[in-house]
Antibody, heavy 122, light 107 residues
Framework: EVQLVESGGVLKQPGGSLRLSCAAS????????MSWVRQAPGKGLEWVSL???????SYADSVKGRFTISRDNSKNTLFLQMNSLRAEDTAVYYC????????????????WGQGTLVTVSS | DIQMTQSPSSLSASVGDRVTITCRTS??????LSWYQQKPGKAPKLLIY???TLQSGVPSRFSGSGSGTDFTLTISSLQPEDFATYYC?????????FGGGTKVEIK
């Protein structure tokens, strides 16, 4: 059974750093493209970042240069390093799996984690 | 970036009604369009991908159509468990983008 379990969400002050984790089971993270998608309170979905199966990464402009996506194949875990946090980064962060690993056109999301809440406030 | 415009932003409907939600993109995306359902406090759930392909396990009352810039999600006979918010998403190019959502409420 495919499962994604996020962790690491906390209350942080503006300017702080945080690392989110997404532990995967039932499949191999490195064989799929994996993304982070966030949802601010009461708002819609916003794609944040992705890592292709081959390791190439991509970011939304709103987080480029501040966030870094990575994975640990030995732990079958996805990460999101978040630096220079801003109030507008406050959201539930979901990790999501795409069914394939290579092509952008296959980047829809067939499995999602339960989400972890990041709050950025002084 | 490809802009996604969903309409309506909300609708009220009764059990048994036929419901149609529209998603329009700012440029052609072929059929690289997916639909998700989200209930309060829960993660989104994939309903349809490639504009019209039903995800495994999703009831057949859900259907999708369209290509290019105009897409629709149809629920043929609304059930109590279908009251939720629905999002479209394009995967033609990065940045991946979502529509603003359509909240389906009970009339």
């Amino acid at each position: 059974e495919v499962q994604l379990v996020e962790s690491g969400g906390v209350l942080k002050q503006p300017g702080g750093s945080l690392r989110l984790s997404c532990a995967a089971s039932g499949f191999t993270v490195s064989s799929h493209s994996m993304s982070w998608v966030r949802q601010a309170p009461g708002k819609g979905l916003e794609w944040v970042s992705l890592i292709y199966s081959g390791g190439r990464t991509s970011y939304a402009d709103s987080v480029k240069g501040r966030f870094t996506i990575s994975r640990d194949n030995s732990k079958n875990t996805l990460f999101l390093q978040m630096n220079s946090l801003r109030a507008e980064d406050t959201a539930v962060y979901y990790c999501a799996r795409s069914p394939k690993g290579i092509a952008t056109v296959d980047l829809y999301f067939d499995y999602w984690g339960q989400g972890t809440l990041v709050t950025v406030s002084s | 970036d490809i802009q996604m415009t969903q309409s309506p932003s909300s609708l009220s409907a009764s059990v048994g009604d036929r419901v149609t939600i529209t998603c329009r993109t700012s440029q052609s995306i072929s059929n690289y369009l997916s639909w998700y359902q989200q209930k309060p406090g829960k993660a989104p759930k994939l309903l349809i991908y490639a504009a019209s392909t039903l995800q495994s396990g999703v009831p057949s009352r859900f259907s999708g159509s369209g290509s290019g810039t105009d897409f629709t999600l149809t629920i043929s006979s609304l059930q109590p468990e279908d009251f939720a918010t629905y999002y479209c998403q394009q995967s033609s190019s990065t940045p991946l983008t979502f529509g603003g959502g359509t909240k389906v409420e009970i009339k």
